[in-house]
């Protein structure tokens, strides 16, 4: 949680980051009923947009992915008043670009999104501060830049501000709704 900019509580090492991006992206659109769109980036890390093509397909018939491109500008465009969630790596895998968290987070609380912040290759790598930045949720690995290796294990970011509507238990076994 001190690595993350989280407090007590809010971090648990839970699953994998697929399994962990799947029930915050769940609660995430329970949570925005009416608003269809799940902005993300093209480019986004691979296993990211597979787990939310898959929720869409299988889960969530009525939403779509809308995607943007590599610059947040072109992020910050495509949120409206459809949108449900917005999900983003915050360090590009293919790049190494360090999207601006607190602004695209500030600006998808103004459309009414959610977000949900993957930090598989950020955390240990540069700093991140999730509270200042008003995060909602966030998802990454143990097994990168935190070298716990093959097989490590994941964790979830859940605000505080976010338990009254969804506690972290409820994520953890899938009790959302």
């Known amino acids: 949680a001190p690595l993350m900019g989280a407090n007590a509580g809010e971090v648990l090492v839970v699953d994998s980051t697929s399994i962990n991006l799947f029930k915050t992206l769940s609660a995430a659109l329970e949570m925005r009923p009416g608003r269809t769109e799940i902005v993300s980036e093209r480019y986004n890390f691979p296993s990211d947009l597979h787990i939310i093509q898959g929720a869409i397909t299988h889960f969530y018939p009525q939403h779509k992915l809308v995607e943007g491109e590599e610059s947040d500008d072109s992020i910050l465009e495509l949120m409206g008043p459809s949108t449900a969630v917005v999900t983003l790596t915050q360090v590009s895998y293919r790049t190494g670009l360090i999207r601006d968290m607190e602004r695209i987070t500030k600006k998808a609380h103004e459309a009414g999104a959610l977000v949900i912040w993957d930090l598989a290759h950020t955390l240990g790598a540069v700093p991140v501060d999730l509270n200042a930045a008003n995060v909602d949720f966030a ?37 959302i709704g």
């Open 139 to 175: 998802v990454g690995c143990t097994y990168k830049y935190l070298n716990a290796g093959p097989g490590g294990p994941a964790y979830l970011f859940v605000a505080k501000f976010m338990w009254d509507k969804c506690h972290p238990t409820e994520i953890i076994n899938n009790n």
